[in-house]
């Protein structure tokens, strides 16, 4: 399918993208990758005047290690992302989840970036930055804006991104000693969307659990905290049969629906399955 | 219409397209390299899978206007004087039955083992999991792949 007709400019500077998506008024949208857009726009689900790329924007591209985080630039590619010895030594959990998007020729063109503003429930990035308390930076024609993971996804397909604004980069808190990760996903295909995905950040100290940090990934509008999974892990023993117990409210505050994939009570027993399965994966045991 | 500069096959191309032209179609309507096939317009089966500056892209899924400035190889760029080991792996193993996915299988399978020139039975399984062959002939692809390693050890990448 061919898309319907759209402007393009390819600006140089995040102020230049800022300026052409005012300019071009509510239809101007921004392309990065363009691996969600570009399948959108032949299905002419989305019909923009103007496309603003900003995948060749320097300030919006590139992985900096900042000494207690990594900011990662919004239009660096998945296979950037994955292939960082930045991102390989210092948030691991990105670095595995990235390599489960999709396919490789879709992971050397799609961005990071796009992946969080597209906002899909079923993508597996939003869970990551989630569990990891990620901030992330948006760039508008009023300036720039700090917004933490947690109040970033509002809605299906909606982010705090406005119609003018762009995200310009994604800072991950590193995770410091004791803790191990893991990105869990279950699927039915090779390069099929998670079913329900599950990011898990765990801290360990004397054969307990300290600390622990899980975001589900396809089981509501937006990625969500599995907090009472979270609360019920807190002091237990690492062991295979305790992480199961504690991993069986992890279907509280969901709403999963019911889709060709999964049923909303098999998505709901997944949910504790898979959960089950990252913590353990996370902890070592 | 925009401008955009694009090297196929090692020649530069210096066209005006609009900026909706999908890759796929500037490279077989403008470039006239209709080697590079359309399967299934969605992004999922890989057909149309060619080189962008070195790596795999499906051109179906790429802007003509985001790849100005950009190197691409298609299948029919791939070849020398000679078949490239991967194309010869193919031959050798039976490695196509309708053909139709064998473009974007192949370049895929270049581009796995620029990655990984070693690769096990899964990862080759793995790294092809971005093309869908429906005559389902798998079996066969991965063991050209993993002559096409092995004929390359030591030679060209």
Known sequence: ???????????????????????????????????????????????????????????????????????????????????????????????????????????????????????????????????????????????????????????????????????????????????????????????????????????VDGGKITEARIALTNCAAIPVRASSVESALKGVAVSASEIEKASQSAADGTRATSDLAADKEYREHLMRVITARAVSCAAGV | MTKVSITVDGVLHESEVEPRTLLVHYLREQVGKVGTVVGCDTSSCGACTILLDGRSAKSCSVLAVQADGSSVTTIEGLAGDEWHPVQAAFKECHGLQCGYCTPGMVLSAVDLLSENPNPSEAEIREGLEGNLCRCTGYHNIVKSVALAAQTMKGGKK
Not at chain 1, 49 to 57: K, M, N, P, W
Not at chain 1, 65 to 72: A, K
Not at chain 1, 111 to 128: K, R
Request: aromatic share 6%; proline share 4%; with cysteine.
């Open chain 1, 1 to 203: 399918m061919i898309p319907s007709k759209f402007d393009y400019v390819r600006p140089k500077s995040v102020d230049e993208a800022v300026a052409a998506l005012k300019a071009g008024g509510e239809d101007s949208k921004v392309i990065a990758g363009g691996q969600s857009m570009l399948p959108l726009l032949r299905l002419r689900l989305a019909a923009p005047s103007v496309l603003v790329d900003c995948a060749r924007i320097d300030e919006m591209k590139g992985i900096k290690d900042n000494g207690d985080s990594v900011t990662i630039g919004a239009a660096s590619t998945h296979w950037d992302v994955m292939n960082s010895d930045i991102v390989k030594t210092h948030v691991k959990l990105l670095a595995d989840a990235t390599a489960t998007v999709a396919d490789p020729q879709i992971r050397h063109r799609g961005t990071f970036g796009g992946a969080l503003a597209h906002g899909d429930p079923a993508g597996d990035l939003p869970a990551v930055v989630l569990a990891l308390d990620a901030t992330l930076e948006i760039a508008g024609s009023k300036g720039r804006r700090q917004v933490a993971a947690k109040d970033f996804f509002l809605d299906y397909f909606t982010t705090a991104v406005g119609p003018d604004e762009i995200l310009v980069s994604i800072t991950i808190p590193k995770l410091g000693k004791g803790w191990g990760t893991c990105y869990e996903k279950f699927n039915r295909s090779a390069n099929g969307w998670a079913v329900v995905g599950v990011a898990a950040a765990v801290k």
